[in-house]
């Protein structure tokens, strides 16, 4: 099982995986990475069941890796498929502007 995933592996796998901004609505309509839905940390650990298939991989990211590390560390342990994107936002900020 993938527990995490760099900014340049993530970038070739754009348009054809599920990724999920766990940060606040605010940040995430501030910009966030092409084609990510939105779905904070609080709401997605309350209602996992609502958002995940358990036989699809996600990939999760925050501001810098370290929320979603933990939060994808929770799901993988309640049997989904989920990898952290190293460095969060701020790291696919530094490769991508």
Same mark, same amino acid.
């Given at each position: =099982?993938? &527990? &995490?995933?760099?900014? &340049?592996?993530?970038?070739?796998?754009?348009?054809?995986?599920?990724?999920?901004?766990?940060?606040?609505?605010?940040?995430?309509?501030?910009?966030?990475?092409p084609?990510? =839905?939105?779905?904070?940390?609080?709401?997605?650990?309350?209602?996992?069941?609502?958002?995940?298939?358990?036989?699809?991989?996600?990939?999760?990211?925050?501001?810098?890796?370290?929320?979603?590390?933990k939060? &994808?560390?929770?799901?993988?342990?309640?049997?989904?498929?989920?990898?952290?994107?190293?460095?969060?936002y701020?790291?696919?900020?530094?490769?991508?502007?």
């Amino acid at each position: =099982m993938i &527990s &995490s995933i760099s900014v &340049s592996e993530l970038s070739k796998l754009l348009g054809r995986v599920q990724i999920i901004d766990i940060r606040s609505v605010e940040k995430y309509n501030d910009n966030h990475i092409p084609g990510a =839905m939105n779905i904070p940390d609080d709401k997605l650990l309350a209602h996992y069941q609502k958002y995940l298939l358990p036989d699809q991989q996600y990939y999760l990211y925050c501001q810098k890796g370290i929320k979603s590390l933990k939060v &994808s560390q929770i799901l993988n342990r309640l049997g989904y498929h989920t990898a952290n994107l190293n460095g969060g936002y701020e790291s696919w900020i530094l490769e991508h502007d």
